[in-house]
């Protein structure tokens, strides 16, 4: 279960534990005489039930689809960056370590060790390698998705 998930159901578990623990106590009160304004009472409630059951929940989604911009260590991806990021993930992970994309491959280079340059990996990306263990083939990703890939590898590599 992803963190936007459980952060709605900690909020919808307190909505339902502060709507309990009120009404116990507004009866419990009123069971000693002790005057309670009832309309008062309903629209505190209300207004709590609702930030606790609906705007943690709406802010939780919110930082969700926020955390798509951000690869780990809080480097801010630009939109062309996070296509990369699922480039990678699609077609390069395989091979590559590369933190930032949970990426464990052993076949090519371990790319948080070398922090390669932008204009490295888009050549890597355009003409293959075939040095060392494994065998790179050229053109794997193209256009404008490639310099995404590149841009966010050196984005994120060895943070």
Do not use: W
Not at 43 to 56: D, P, Q, S, Y
Not at 58 to 75: F, H, K, M, N
Not at 138 to 150: F, I, M, N, S, Y
């Amino acid at each position: 279960m992803d963190s936007t998930a459980t952060s709605i159901l900690v909020a919808l578990g307190a909505d339902l534990a502060i709507g309990v623990v009120a009404v116990g106590a507004y009866l419990g009160l009123r069971r000693r005489g002790v005057e309670i304004n009832r309309h008062r009472f309903t629209v505190t409630l209300t207004v709590f039930l609702v930030a606790f059951g609906v705007v943690l929940p709406t802010l939780a989604i919110l930082d969700g689809t926020q955390a798509d911009e951000r690869a780990r260590g809080g480097v801010k991806l630009t939109e062309a960056q996070v296509e990369g990021r699922q480039q990678f993930a699609a077609r390069c992970a395989q091979c590559h370590a590369l933190a930032a994309s949970n990426a464990v491959g052993k076949v090519g280079p371990d790319l948080d060790t070398i922090r390669p340059a932008a204009p490295l990996v888009a050549d890597a990306i355009e003409k293959g390698r075939s040095r060392g263990h494994g065998y790179m083939p050229p053109g794997l990703v193209t256009g404008a998705e490639a310099q995404g890939v590149a841009d966010y590898v050196a984005a994120v590599a060895g943070r």
